[in-house]
């Protein structure tokens, strides 16, 4: 079993709709939890990250981490067309080391 | 904007020649990293070097071999390449410190061994 599982989609919606990302994880133990952005021929970037459970939001972008269900999500409001790319989540374990999903594509039509 | 570079951005090479994948950051930051990512898997690391001199084998076995002799550059080198060495390798740093490890990553650099 993966310690991180996460949906590859691909995942398609029209512009304006509620994205819903998300992840599962196996471990406990884990304390940060990420997500990045990936556009095509580019490396991941990082959206933002949030340290044990609880919400926290950016512009349009809310993460949330319910640690007693191990699940992890990303919600999108109002997307547009340019938020269409792939999200990985990433979760990070003891010392530092970083694990990843497989990351879900992403295509917001206009 | 991101100050990590990658080269080359893409490469087709046949099967047995030497390859170097470049990897430059400007950041300053003692911690490097190279993954490896295929379509639809989740991305998996190599190699990792927390300082100069320093280089450790990561999660997924690889022919591949860096080196860290300046802080800012860490290079990839495979000897003799192999259809199976096929992937897009991506690097990454991050400062040193404790808390979130936030990684900064680079285009990638895309291999295709014939």
């Known amino acids: 079993q993966k310690e991180v599982e996460q949906d590859p989609g691909p995942l398609s919606v029209p512009e304006g709709a509620i994205v819903s990302l998300n992840c599962t994880y196996s471990n406990s133990a884990f304390q940060y939890f990420m997500w990045y952005r990936q556009y095509s021929r580019k490396g991941p970037e990082l959206l933002m990250y949030t340290y044990s459970s609880g919400n926290k939001e950016d512009g349009r972008f809310t993460a949330q981490v319910d640690k007693s269900s191990k699940y992890i999500s990303l919600f999108i409001r109002d997307s547009q067309p340019s938020d269409s790319a792939t999200y990985l989540c990433?979760?990070?374990?003891?010392?530092?080391?970083?694990?990843f999903g497989q990351g879900t594509e992403l295509s917001v039509k206009p | 904007e991101a100050d990590i570079y990658q080269t080359p951005r893409y490469l087709v090479i046949g099967t047995g020649k030497k390859i170097t994948l470049e990897c430059s950051q400007t950041?300053?930051?003692?911690?490097m990293y190279w993954y490896q990512q295929d379509p639809g898997m989740e991305l998996h690391l190599i190699h990792y070097?927390?300082?100069?001199?320093?280089?450790e084998k990561g999660d997924l076995s690889s022919e591949s071999t860096v080196s860290r002799i300046r802080t800012e550059h860490f290079p990839l080198t495979l000897e003799s390449a192999r259809p199976s060495h096929t992937s897009q390798y991506l690097c990454a740093s991050t400062p040193d410190g404790s808390g979130a490890n936030v990684l900064t990553f680079g285009a990638g650099s895309r291999l295709t061994v014939l």
């Open positions: 950041m300053g930051h003692d911690k």
């Open positions: 990433a979760i990070q374990g003891g010392g530092g080391k970083l694990i």
């Open positions: 070097s927390y300082g100069v001199n320093s280089t």
